[in-house]
C-alpha cells in the first residue's frame, strides 16, 4: 500500500500580464486615470457618431448662435448647446469631441513612430558599440540639449501647417528620449545569458536585436511612452496655440483655445475654458496610469 | 576642471555652427524675406534694391559665409524689419524674459522645495496625497490654458491684476527691471505665477524623492540620536543632502521656462525676447532667429555648465568628468 499525501493542486503560476493587471488595479488613482483615459479614447474614436453636430459643416452653422453661453438654444429652437457655442457658432461640445480626435491621433501617431524610431537606434548603438554608438549618442546628447518647444516652433515655421507636419515635428523632438532609454535597457540585457545562447546558435543580429533583446527592452520604454503620450499632447496644443500647427480646418483641442483667446476679454469664457478642461483631463489621465506604470514596472520596487 | 570647460565650450560652437547652417538653410527655403519689407506698390526695382542691400541677391552658401565669417565677429547682422542689429534687438529684449523667468523660478523653488520636504517625510498623510493630486495638475495642466484662465479669473472677472504688458520699471544702471515697482510687481505676478505652477510641481517631485531617500540614511539617525532638534536636522543635515538634484532639475528647468519664454510672452503680451523670436518667425526675420538661437545655446550651455560646477560645490564626492581626462 502506498501512502499517498494528497496535496492542495498549487494555484498556476501569475502570468505577467495577470501581475501587471492586479498591480494596476490596486492604486484607485491609476484605475481613475485609465478611466479618463479611455473616456477620451472613446469621446476622440466616436466623435463622428455621437456629437450633436458636424462643426466643420460650415453650411450648417447659424451665425446668429455664434457666442452663445453654455445651456443656449439655438436660434431655430431644435438643439441645446450645452457647452455653448463659439465665434463661428459651432457647437462648442461637438468641436471638442473632433477636436479631441486629433489631439489623440497627432500624440498617439508621433509617439508610436518615435518609439520605432528611437528603440532601433538605442538598440543599434547598444549592440555595434563602438563609433556607431559614440555618433549616434552624440547625436542623443545635441538633440536633448535644445528645449523641444524651441526645436519644434522653428521646424514648423521651416515646413509649414499640417497634421502630417506637426506629426514629423514631434517625432523629430521625441525620438532622443527613447534612444537613450532603449540603449541604457540593450546594455543591461546585452550582458545576459539569453543572448549569449541566442549568439551560439548564430542568429543574425536583426533576429537577436528584435525578438530577442527588444522585448526585455520593452517595459522602461512604455512607462516613457505613456508619460511621452501626455507630453506630446500638451506640446501640440501649444504649437497649435501659437499659430504654427495643425490647420483650421482641423482644429485641436489647443486651436479651439487659441479661438477663444480673442473673446477671453470680454467674459465669454467658455471659449476657451471647456476644451482647456478636455485637454487637461486627457494629460491627468494618462500622466496618472505613466506615473503607476512606472512603480510597477520599475525593477527596483519589484516583489 | 578647465579641460572639461573648454570641451563643454568646443562643443558648444559646434553645436551652434550646425544650427545656425541648418536654420539659416531652413529659413531660405521657406520665403522671401522681401516680400516682408517691401510695402505693396513697390516696384521690381525698389524689390531688387531692397535685396542688394541685405546682401540677398548673392547665392545661399555666400550669404551664410559673409554670415559666419561676420558672426566671428560677434555681429549677427541686421534685422530685415527694423534695421537694427539684430544681437542688439535680443540683448534690448532679455532683461525682460530672465527677470520673468528668475521670479517663477524664485516662487516655484519657494513653495515646492517646503512642500515637497513635508510630503517626503509623511508618506501616507492626506495632506501629502493633497500636495501630491496637486502636483499632478499642476505639470498635466496645459500651461498656456492656466495663463489663460488666471487672466480670466484676475484680471476680467475681478479686474485685480493688468492682463499683459510689463508696467512700470526702475533702474539699476542700464537695466530695466519690473520688480523695483509696485505696478510693475502687479505685472508681473499672473504671468511667474503661471510658470512657477508647473514647475513647482516638478520640485516638489524630487524633493519628495530625494527626502525619501535621504531620511534612512546613518547620518540622519546619527543626528537623532545625539538629540538634534528636527528643526535643526531638517535645515542643516537634509536640506544640504538633497540639494543637488533640486539644483540639477531647477537649473535645467530654468533653461526651459527661458525657452518656454515664447509661450507665456505671447499670453501675456510681455515685452521679452520670446516674443521677439514668434515675432521674427512670422516675419522671416532670418538674422534675429539664427541670433536668437545661437544666443539660446549659448546660454543653456553656460547654465548646464554653471549646474555641473555648482554640483562638485555642494557635493565634495562629485568629480567632474574630464577632469583628470
Not at chain 1, 457658432?89 to 501617431?109: E, K, P
Not at chain 2, 544681437?87 to 517663477?104: K, Q
Not at chain 2, 540620536?225 to 533640486?246: E, Q, Y
Request: aromatic share 8%; hydrophobic share 55%.
Amino acid at each position: 500500500m502506498t501512502a499517498e499525501v494528497l496535496l492542495p493542486p498549487l494555484p498556476p503560476p501569475e502570468t505577467p500580464w495577470r501581475r501587471l493587471r492586479r498591480e494596476f488595479m490596486a492604486d484607485r488613482l491609476a484605475v481613475f486615470g485609465l478611466a479618463l483615459l479611455v473616456l477620451a479614447l472613446l469621446a476622440a474614436v466616436f466623435a463622428p457618431w455621437i456629437s450633436p453636430q458636424n462643426p466643420y459643416d460650415i453650411g450648417k452653422l447659424d451665425i446668429f448662435d455664434s457666442k452663445l453661453p453654455p445651456g443656449s438654444r439655438d436660434a431655430a429652437d431644435t438643439m441645446t448647446y450645452w457647452l455653448g457655442t463659439d465665434g463661428q457658432a459651432r457647437d462648442l461640445l461637438s468641436a471638442i469631441l473632433h477636436g479631441m480626435r486629433t489631439s489623440l491621433l497627432v500624440g498617439g501617431v508621433s509617439v508610436a513612430a518615435a518609439l520605432a524610431i528611437g528603440s532601433a537606434v538605442g538598440l543599434a548603438a547598444a549592440w555595434f558599440g563602438g563609433w556607431i554608438d559614440a555618433l549616434l549618442m552624440r547625436i542623443v546628447d545635441i538633440q536633448l540639449s535644445f528645449p523641444a518647444i524651441l526645436v519644434a516652433l522653428i521646424l514648423l515655421a521651416i515646413l509649414g501647417k499640417g497634421v502630417d507636419k506637426v506629426i514629423l515635428a514631434l517625432v523629430i523632438v521625441q525620438w532622443a528620449y527613447f534612444a537613450r532609454a532603449a540603449r541604457g535597457a540593450a546594455l543591461v540585457e546585452r550582458a545576459k545569458e539569453y543572448i549569449e545562447a541566442a549568439q551560439c546558435l548564430s542568429l543574425g543580429w536583426p533576429r537577436l536585436l528584435f525578438r530577442h533583446m527588444l522585448p526585455n527592452c520593452l517595459p522602461p520604454l512604455i512607462v516613457i511612452a505613456t508619460i511621452d503620450l501626455a507630453h506630446a499632447i500638451a506640446l501640440e496644443s501649444t504649437l497649435s496655440f501659437l499659430g504654427v500647427g495643425v490647420p483650421v480646418t482641423e482644429p485641436s483641442l489647443g486651436m479651439l483655445i487659441a479661438n477663444g483667446y480673442e473673446f477671453l476679454l470680454s467674459g465669454n469664457y467658455w471659449i476657451s475654458f471647456f476644451p482647456g478642461i478636455a485637454l487637461a483631463l486627457a494629460i491627468v489621465g494618462i500622466n496618472l496610469v505613466g506615473d503607476h506604470l512606472r512603480d510597477i514596472l520599475n525593477p527596483r520596487n519589484a516583489h | 576642471m578647465s579641460a572639461f570647460i573648454i570641451r563643454r565650450l568646443l562643443q558648444a560652437v559646434l553645436v551652434m555652427t550646425v544650427m545656425s547652417g541648418l536654420v539659416f538653410i531652413g529659413l531660405y527655403v521657406v520665403g522671401d524675406p522681401v516680400s516682408m519689407m517691401a510695402s505693396a506698390e513697390a516696384t521690381e526695382q525698389d524689390r531688387a534694391e531692397i535685396r542688394a542691400s541685405f546682401g540677398l541677391d548673392k547665392p545661399l552658401w555666400q550669404q551664410y559665409g559673409i554670415f559666419m565669417s561676420h558672426a566671428l565677429r560677434l555681429d549677427f547682422g541686421k534685422s530685415f524689419l527694423t534695421g537694427q542689429s539684430a544681437m542688439g534687438l535680443i540683448l534690448e529684449r532679455m532683461p525682460a524674459t530672465l527677470e520673468l523667468a528668475l521670479v517663477s523660478m524664485g516662487l516655484a523653488v519657494l513653495v515646492g522645495i517646503p512642500l515637497g520636504i513635508w510630503a517626503g517625510l509623511r508618506p501616507q498623510a492626506y495632506s501629502t496625497r493633497g500636495i501630491m493630486a496637486g502636483s499632478v495638475l499642476g505639470f498635466s495642466l496645459p500651461n498656456f490654458w492656466v495663463g489663460l484662465m488666471l487672466i480670466m479669473v484676475f484680471a476680467v472677472q475681478f479686474g485685480w491684476l493688468p492682463a499683459s504688458g510689463r508696467g512700470a520699471t526702475g533702474h539699476i544702471g542700464a537695466l530695466d527691471l519690473s520688480v523695483l515697482t509696485l505696478d510693475g510687481w502687479s505685472h508681473l505676478l499672473l504671468p511667474a505665477v503661471t510658470i512657477a505652477l508647473a514647475k513647482a510641481a516638478l520640485i516638489i517631485r524630487v524633493t519628495r524623492a530625494a527626502t525619501r531617500e535621504a531620511l534612512p540614511m546613518d547620518y540622519i539617525k546619527f543626528a537623532r540620536a545625539k538629540g538634534l532638534r528636527w528643526s535643526r536636522i531638517l535645515r542643516v543635515h537634509l536640506l544640504k543632502n538633497i540639494m543637488v538634484p533640486i539644483v540639477t532639475v531647477g537649473g535645467l528647468e530654468f533653461g526651459q521656462v527661458v525657452a518656454f519664454a515664447v509661450v507665456t510672452e505671447t499670453i501675456f503680451a510681455w515685452p521679452g525676447m520670446g516674443k521677439l523670436l514668434l515675432d521674427s518667425i512670422i516675419t522671416l526675420d532670418r538674422p534675429v532667429v539664427v541670433a536668437y538661437l545661437i544666443l539660446i545655446v549659448f546660454f543653456l550651455v553656460m547654465l548646464n555648465l554653471v549646474v555641473d560646477v555648482l554640483y562638485s560645490v555642494l557635493d565634495p564626492r562629485v568629480r567632474l568628468q574630464g577632469a583628470k581626462a
